[in-house]
């Protein structure tokens, strides 16, 4: 079975560091891109950082940018997102995802297509 | 940075009513645009990418249209499970998927 298993979330002050880890299980980890969404209580989704899936090229969303960094260990299996700087407006719940791809050939369209059950950070003194 | 809007933000519908939900991108995406629905307390689950093609498991009664910066999700027949939370989002930026607002969808 695919899926992913997020954990690391918590009670932070605000200036504060957290480290969220996503175990991923039932597919070939290293093939597929992943990517962190956040929900802050009674908002819509955000997209927060993307890894690739090949060329460890990584991208962050604007708000998040300079504090928030995406990593991957493939051995591991294992997505993680090293928060530092937090604020009270990091306050969400923390989704990874990962990026499927459709298509015979390029180009190939992308959807998340897996999605863990969320972890909970909240940033508050 | 792809701005998406949808619209409306919230809508009322009855079991069996045909429900049309809007997104618009803030530049053109091509066909690069996503469907999603999120359940209270759940987290989003896929229902339609690239713009058209229905994910697997979905069932037939989502239906998704459009290209360029404008975009459709059209349920036929609405089912109590349908009442949810649905959000577009474009892949066209490459890994970096951005989400429209969301439209509630209530009975």
């Known amino acids: 079975e695919v899926q992913l298993l997020e954990s690391g979330g918590g009670l932070v002050q605000p200036g504060g560091s957290l480290r969220l880890s996503c175990a991923a299980s039932?597919?070939?980890?290293?093939?597929?891109?992943m990517s962190w969404v956040r929900q802050a209580p009674g908002k819509g989704l955000e997209w927060v950082s993307s890894f690739s899936g090949s060329g460890n090229r990584t991208y962050h969303a604007d708000s998040v940018k300079g504090r928030f960094t995406i990593s991957r260990d493939n051995s591991k299996n294992t997505l993680y997102l090293q928060m530092n700087s937090l604020r009270a407006e990091d306050t969400a719940v923390y989704y990874c995802?990962?990026?499927?791809?459709?298509?015979?050939?390029?180009?190939?369209?992308?959807?998340?297509?897996?999605w863990g059950q969320g972890t909970t950070v909240t940033v508050s003194s | 940075d792809i701005q998406m809007t949808q619209s409306p933000s919230s809508l009322s519908a009855s079991v069996g009513d045909r429900v049309t939900i809007t997104c618009r991108a803030s530049?053109?995406?091509?066909?690069?645009l996503n469907w999603y629905q999120q359940k209270p307390g759940k987290a989003p689950k896929l229902l339609i990418y690239?713009?058209?093609s229905l994910q697997s498991g979905v069932p037939s009664r989502f239906s998704g249209s459009g290209s360029g910066t404008d975009f459709t999700l059209t349920i036929s027949s609405l089912q109590p499970e349908d009442f949810a939370t649905y959000y577009c989002q474009q892949t066209y930026s490459t890994l970096m998927y951005t989400f429209g607002q969301g439209t509630k969808l209530q009975i």
């Open positions: 039932g597919f070939t980890f290293s093939s597929y891109a």
């Open positions: 690239a713009a058209s």
């Open positions: 995802a990962k990026v499927g791809a459709y298509g015979d050939y390029p180009p190939y369209y992308y959807g998340m297509d897996v």
């Open positions: 530049q053109s995406i091509s066909s690069y």
